[in-house]
Each structure stands twice: as structure tokens, then as C-alpha cells.
DNA sequence: TGGAGCATGTAATGAGTTACATGATTGG
DNA sequence: CCAATCATGTAACTCATTACATGCTCCA
């Protein structure tokens, strides 16, 4: 009863109650969106493998054909197996890097256009997950509740250190050195 | 003529001269390895359609069916198009992250035998990346040639960081709080 | 000289994205 | 009552990984 960390993700919202396909979709973006994206099609694609495997639970079908998807006791079983799993290997891919690595072909203005946006998207991240953070707090978040944020906001951090050292004035791309 | 990141990466590695399939996927993870894996079935998909398209040039089949791609002036324009457009946004996948979202089903024990598998294989990187440039350094590596991996430098250490500060002693893991 | 290992490529499968179709609700 | 919008799902496609097949080379 092995699932993938997607269909996995899928049973962990089931706790929270029955749902829809397009629900699911909803807390999904909701819940681990800006750390694991799924869209709507991976989980109404998740969801048949996870009913062919009595992982869940097909209800009646509604109005707009709107089917509940309920967590079954070997869904269950199956969550807490992938949970206690080993975690596969990050992704981590970004498109700047690689056409950094090329950019020996590529005219510096441009260069410079395309460092700059990509540093102005990671500064605005940074700044949503720092009211995100204060949010949580203000409410009476707790550590637990933050650590997926944290992560967010350390690695923006990160990131805009990287930029700004490595690309920014004094960085290459902006042509003192290199 | 857009192409994509990866087959955009084909073309860029066979400015270095033209090469099989099994040779660019070498390179590929040569050069890029760290920061943009390709895969062999991959590094074949994309070369078909780039031939397709004229951007790559086919030779003779030699030896152990081997066919040699020469990147074509078609092929080194479609590349600068590719080079100059806007970056894709970045794909951050961790699969540990999705875990510690429902690490409430998770025993404690295990969760902390998680984290700190990956902590150790974060750490792992963090050493070899930083022998990698130390290395470069020692070679006459100028900053451009070093961009890349200080990006995974600094990601790194801030993951390790992130695990210290969230996760360690401390942390919610070792069970003092939240 | 034959088998280990490298070089080369293909097939099958899985995961993710984009574009599409349609049925209910609801506010003006 | 009808137009906008939301809810729901499907189909088609692209991208990525895993598993497989086979042909050279080379050295013990």
C-alpha cells in the first residue's frame, strides 16, 4: 500500500473531513501551497488510484457531479506508513541558475533586467511570509505551526543574501569583477 | 522555435562541441549536476525534438548506434532566445516539509530519527560544496564560474540553520515546545 | 578469449501542467 | 431571469524517472 507523497498529501487533508475532489484542490493550496503545489487534476487523478486501492471512500454523486472522497481505516494505515517513510531528495531547481551558467552568451543589460526581477519576486516572498509569520504569532501560533513558514522565510532570506552578494553591485553581473 | 529549459541546456552544452546522447547526459551532470539534473531518457526526448526543429544536426550512426548532435545555427539562435527570456519561477519541492505538516500522526521517536537523517545528508552537501569551492578557488575559479555553487552554498547552510534553530534543541522535535 | 564494465539507446510508467467543458448559484 | 461567477470534473499534453536491452572494448 505504497503511495506517492502527493496521494499521501491528499489522505492527511481526508482527516480533516471528507471532501471533494475540487475541495481537496482548495485545502491543498490552502494548507501546503507554497511548499508543495498540487493542482486540480493530480488530485482528481490521485484520488481514483487512492479508491482503486480502498484508500478512500467514493460517496453518491452529487449536483455538477461533485463525488465525496472519504479516508478509510487502511487509508489511514497507509498514511501513517508514508509518513513514518524515508523523505525522497529535494527538488530544488531554478531557472535563473541555469541561465547564469550560461550567461557568457547572454547581453549584461539583459542580464541585469532578469537578476533584478527574479530578486524583486524573492523579496516580495519574503516579505508576504514575514506578515504570514507575524499573523500566526499574533493568533497564538505555535513553533509547530511555523516550521514549514520558517523554512519560507530562511531560505528568501537566503536567497536575497545570495543576490546581493554574489549579483549585486561588487557581483559580476553587475561588471566590477569576474 | 521556444524550447525548453532542459533541451535549452542540450543546446547550451553542445556549444562545447558536438556530442551523443550518452555524452551530453555526462555533461549535463558534469556541469549542471548540482542544480539542474537531466536525465538520459530525457537528454534523448529533447534531442529528437530539436532535431525536429532543425536546432540540432544529426550525424552518421557509428558505433554502438551512436549518433553524434551538432548544435545548428538555428540551434545557437533558439538558444540566446531562450537564454534572454524571463526565468521560469523556481520549483522548491521538500518532501521532509510535507512530513512535518502532519508530523502530529508521526511518533515523536521517528520524527527525530527523520530529521536528523536529513540534517545529516544536508550537512553532507553543505561539506562537499564547500570543498568544491575551495577547490575552484585553488584553480584560478573567477566569481562567475562560482555563482551556482554559492547558491547551493548558502542554501545549505540556511536549511542547516533552519534545522537547528526549528528542529534541534530546543525545537519542537527534541519536544520542549509547542 | 571471454567476461566485466562502459557506452549507447529505447520502452514503459509516473508525475505535473494547461486547456477545456459544463452544471449550479446568486446577486443585480 | 440572466449574466457572472463558482464548483466540479475531464482530456490532452509535456516533462521526468525507472527499468530494460544491447553492442563495443579491453584487460586479465
Given at each position: ?28 493550496t ?78 549584461p ?48 532570506e ?21
Amino acid at each position: 500500500m505504497a503511495v506517492n507523497a502527493t496521494a499521501a498529501a491528499l489522505l492527511g487533508l481526508l482527516r480533516d473531513g471528507a471532501a471533494s475532489g475540487y475541495e481537496l484542490a482548495q485545502r491543498a493550496t490552502a494548507e501546503l501551497g507554497d511548499f508543495w503545489t498540487v493542482t486540480r487534476s493530480q488530485v482528481y487523478r490521485e484520488l481514483t488510484g487512492l479508491a482503486d486501492q480502498g484508500l478512500v471512500e467514493v460517496g453518491q454523486t452529487g449536483a455538477r457531479s461533485r463525488r465525496e472522497h472519504r479516508l478509510t481505516a487502511s487509508g489511514r494505515v497507509a498514511f501513517r506508513e508514508w509518513l513514518a517513510a524515508e523523505p525522497g531528495a529535494d527538488v530544488v531547481r531554478i531557472p535563473l541558475l541555469l541561465r547564469l551558467a550560461f550567461a557568457d552568451e547572454l547581453d549584461p543589460a539583459r542580464l541585469r533586467e532578469l537578476v533584478s526581477t527574479q530578486r524583486a519576486a524573492h523579496a516580495e516572498r519574503l516579505a508576504r511570509y514575514r506578515e504570514l509569520e507575524a499573523a500566526a504569532l499574533a493568533t497564538g501560533g505555535t513553533d509547530r505551526d511555523l516550521v514549514t513558514l520558517r523554512f519560507g522565510l530562511r531560505y528568501e532570506e537566503a536567497v536575497l543574501r545570495w543576490f546581493d552578494e554574489e549579483l549585486g553591485p561588487g557581483g559580476w553581473v553587475s561588471g566590477r569583477r569576474g
